[in-house]
């Protein structure tokens, strides 16, 4: 009886944590964030971007909950002094358990008021599964198809974290594995976001012994003919990439950085020569993600659970907003000459709208609104 009268709180906690992942899951949440407050352990979800409050857990039980957190992640729970990170395969279960297993990530950090954990979700919705879906202009859909066709090159997607870049490369692989079955394809990621048939996925350990750098040189020589490389990070990794797309292999990776004169001379400052750079860069897309404005053209438990959890109750699901900037003659020669990143903006702006423009295109279309354009993008510098 002792043992059981034990155990039974230890379960209370496993249900409550399984509940709560569940429930935000079903409300559209990418993130779950565990915030230790001074009364309480403050659930909040970040639904299409924007952060809200979910629930609160009672202050007692909250390292309890991120102890179990941390068991589900396979983390250390007696090591709450240090940040850890890891990752499980999360199987709903009950009413929630047609919707198949979910990959999940779980982070921890330690705070004054105790440890505060985030568990980031990938491929709790449907994935897109077609560059169409993207919701791009369809010029700009033809230009990634264009990419995906060629045999070498360097084509980074860049933006801010949460900006659907590894969303734009998962369709692009996929379009490849469609078109061009022969093909062979690897990824390097961190961590592997979709699970995707036919090709090789490696999840890597940026700071350990298996990291972007010492992967790819090896993977060069696994005959890979594209590689989808999770993120350009630093100077040693963007050697590689390029050296990779120079000697007969297409890179699709992703950067953070403004836009694509920003990635440009980003390249340049961590000193790939410019002569590389306009060898192997094809074609570099910016973009980001603006939420959609509601319409009745959507399901009632999802406008439902936007109304309750997502900010207003104006907006259902995002749409990807891109600036693409192929490398052309004039962009080239522009390069080698190491412009600024207003000169390079300059050339690159008469290729097609830069995000803002396009931005404000999709408002005009009433995809989404003025608002979420300024939130996303900010107002427009006066020339």
Known sequence: MSDSRETEPSRGIVRLVSDVIARSLAAGASDIHFEPLADRLLVR??????????????????????????????????????????????????????TGPTDLRVATFPTIRGERAVVRAFGARAPVETLDQLGLAPRQVDQLRWATSLPSGLVPITGPAGSGKTTTLYAMVRHIVQTTPDRSIVTLEDPVEQRIDRVAQIQINPYGELNYERCLRSLLRQDPQTILLGEIRDAATASVAVEASLTGHLILTTMHSGDPAEAIVRLLEMGIAAYQVVSSVVMVCSQRLLRRAQTGQHGEDERSAHRQFGPGGRYVGRVACAQIARIDETVRELILAHPSVSRLRQAIAGQGPDLYQRACELADQCVTDTDEVRRILGEPLET
Do not use: H
């Open 45 to 98: 979800i970040r639904v299409d971007g924007r952060l809200a409050d979910f629930e609160g857990i009672p202050a007692a039980i909250a390292e309890n909950v991120i102890a179990r957190l941390k068991v589900m992640a396979g983390l250390l729970t007696y090591r709450v002094d240090i940040p850890q990170e890891g990752s499980l395969r999360w199987q709903p279960e009950g009413d929630g358990a047609g």
